[in-house]
């Protein structure tokens, strides 16, 4: 599949604001005392914001026609993308009421605040599923037609926020929450594990062939019409290609950028180092986004020449 960038950066940045958002809504009303302070609540929380408002922004980049995106919310019942849709508008108004009794209470806000905190967290981890399984829903592309696709959304996801969150806190108090940089440290090896997983995964042979789109399982099916060769809308989108080597060196970058480097940098924790840590996982991650679509190969590519999708 060819990579939007639309795309890449609305999920990665919508992914760490909802992730930031999730995290710091749990820490704030458990208690947890480094999450007490008003200004790191309201810094994280702003950030949150702008994050996923930038990537929804980002998401219209991909439409041919974007004044008609207001018609993605008609399908709700069927549509995957319709949910994330009428998910993520829906969180606004609840996170802005939960930002708004911080700014005005501080981090002691409670009752209409808290609810609407609760219920912004909840929007947001829904948002993050439904994204997901826009992709994991089609059973046309086995590379996302699995439940690691979920996973691995909402892990990053996650894995992410926590970097920010603990970039904001240590920069806003002075001083790193031992909590904050512990989760962060297991979310990321956490999310090292997901993503490594289903890389082994979309490895392994399987799915469709020319012989089993064909019904001729007993002998070899060889194409005599590779479908159209002009620079169409198939083969442009779904006909996408990458050198393997090159697949390769981009694997390995977005490994290191996306979970090791993060993983050292937390190790020294420094609280300014943990927000270079943040700034490179978010890079890292715009690559792995990168080639979770590169690595896509729709069934349509089996009329065009392709052995296996």
Same mark, same amino acid.
């Given at each position: 599949?060819?990579?939007?960038?639309?795309?890449?950066?609305?999920?990665?940045?919508?992914?760490?604001?909802?992730?930031?958002?999730?995290?710091?809504?749990?820490?704030?009303?458990?208690? @947890?005392?480094q999450?007490?302070?008003g200004?790191?609540l309201?810094?994280?929380g702003?950030?949150?914001?702008?994050l996923?408002a930038?990537?929804?922004?980002?998401?219209?980049?991909?439409?041919?026609?974007?004044?008609?995106?207001? $018609?993605?919310?008609?399908?709700?019942?069927?549509?995957?993308?319709?949910?994330?849709?009428?998910?993520?508008?829906?969180?606004?108004?609840?996170?802005?009421?939960?930002?708004?009794?911080?700014?005005?209470?501080?981090?002691d806000?409670?009752?209409?605040?808290?609810?609407?905190?609760i219920?912004?967290?909840?929007?947001? =981890?829904v948002?993050?599923?439904?994204?997901?399984?826009?992709?994991?829903?089609?059973?046309?592309? $086995?590379?996302?037609?699995?439940?690691?696709?979920?996973?691995?959304?909402?892990?990053?996801? @996650?894995?992410?926020?926590?970097l920010?969150?603990?970039?904001?806190?240590?920069?806003?108090?002075?001083?790193?929450?031992?909590?904050?940089?512990?989760?962060?440290?297991?979310?990321?090896?956490?999310?090292?594990?997901?993503?490594?997983?289903?890389?082994?995964?979309?490895?392994k042979?399987?799915?469709?062939?020319?012989?089993?789109?064909?019904?001729?399982?007993q002998?070899?099916?060889?194409?005599?019409?590779?479908?159209h060769?002009?620079?169409?809308?198939?083969?442009?989108?779904?006909?996408?290609? #990458?050198?393997?080597?090159?697949? #390769?060196?981009?694997?390995?970058?977005?490994?290191?950028?996306?979970?090791? #480097?993060?993983?050292?940098?937390?190790?020294?924790?420094?609280?300014?180092? =943990?927000?270079?840590?943040? =700034?490179?996982?978010?890079?890292?991650?715009?690559?792995?986004?990168?080639?979770?679509?590169?690595?896509?190969?729709?069934?349509?590519?089996?009329?065009?020449?392709?052995?296996?999708?």
């Open positions: 599949m060819h990579p939007a960038f639309s795309v890449l950066f609305f999920t990665v940045l919508s992914g760490a604001g909802y992730g930031l958002m999730i995290l710091l809504v749990i820490g704030h009303l458990t208690g @947890l005392s999450l007490q302070d200004g790191v309201l810094t994280a702003i950030l949150s914001f702008i996923i930038i990537g929804l922004l980002c998401s219209m980049g991909h439409l041919a026609n974007p004044k008609n995106a207001w $018609r993605a919310f008609n399908r709700f019942k069927t549509s995957w993308l319709s949910r994330e849709g009428v998910f993520a508008i829906a969180f606004f108004p609840f996170a802005l009421i939960y930002l708004g009794g911080i700014w005005s209470n501080g981090a806000a409670g009752g209409i605040f808290t609810l609407a905190g219920i912004a967290a909840v929007l947001a =981890i948002t993050l599923f439904c994204t997901s399984m826009i992709y994991a829903s089609l059973k046309t592309i $086995r590379q996302w037609n699995t439940s690691l696709t979920p996973v691995n959304y909402i892990s990053l996801g @996650l894995m992410s926020g926590s920010l969150l603990a970039a904001i806190q240590g920069s806003v108090s002075g001083g790193l929450s031992t909590v904050l940089y512990q989760l962060a440290l297991a979310l990321v090896v956490l999310g090292a594990i997901a993503k490594i997983i289903y890389l082994f995964w979309i490895g042979p399987a799915g469709s062939t020319i012989n089993t789109a064909t019904g001729f399982t002998a070899s099916v060889r194409l005599l019409d590779q479908g060769t002009s620079n169409g809308f198939l083969n442009n989108e779904f006909g996408y290609t #990458v050198e393997a080597n090159k697949l #390769v060196m981009l694997r390995l970058l977005m490994l290191a950028m996306a979970f090791i #480097v993060p993983f050292l940098l937390l190790l020294t924790a420094n609280s300014n180092l =943990i927000v270079f840590a943040a =700034i490179i996982a978010i890079a890292g991650l715009l690559v792995e986004r990168w080639l979770f679509f590169a690595e896509a190969r729709h069934v349509v590519r089996l009329f065009h020449g392709d052995q296996q999708t």
